[in-house]
């Protein structure tokens, strides 16, 4: 390959990582995940 055709393939291996790293960002990122609070008090300061 020539050096257009190499400087393509790492172009698009890096927009395709780039999305895949935004994409798994965004699926862990979901807000299904039901919290409990809680109120903490002390005796002392």
Do not use: H, K, P
Not at 17 to 37: E, K, N, Y
């Amino acid at each position: 390959m020539e050096n257009r055709a190499y400087a393509l393939a790492a172009g698009l291996f890096t927009v395709v990582l780039a999305a895949a790293l935004v994409a798994a960002g965004l699926w862990f990122r979901r807000d299904d995940i039901r919290f409990v609070q809680y109120v903490v008090t002390t005796a002392s300061s």
